[in-house]
């Protein structure tokens, strides 16, 4: 059995910030520097944020790891 993953495209924003503003009327929004939205609505989300933002490195870790335990799964039943 041949097991391929392709991960690409990443996006990965070293500065996320869960919490901070994806509202920031900026290109690049969700991150450090920017501080936290005024409006509770505009905060960007732990696992990411549909708006100007992108990838937390966490959501690239849980990725990975979801990739190891589902291969792990597959070898044991072979």
């Given at each position: 059995?041949?097991?391929i993953v392709q991960i690409s495209d990443i996006h990965h924003d070293p500065?996320?910030?869960?919490g901070?503003?994806?509202e920031c009327g900026e290109?690049?929004?969700c991150r450090n520097t920017q501080g936290?939205?005024?409006?509770p609505a505009a905060a960007a989300g732990y696992w990411g944020?549909?708006?100007n933002c992108d990838t937390p490195w966490n959501v690239f870790v849980n990725t990975l790891?979801?990739?190891?335990k589902t291969h792990q799964v597959m070898n044991h039943s072979l």
């Open positions: 059995m041949l097991t500065i996320y910030l869960a901070g503003n994806a290109p690049m929004c936290n939205p005024k409006n944020d549909y708006r790891q979801q990739v190891k």
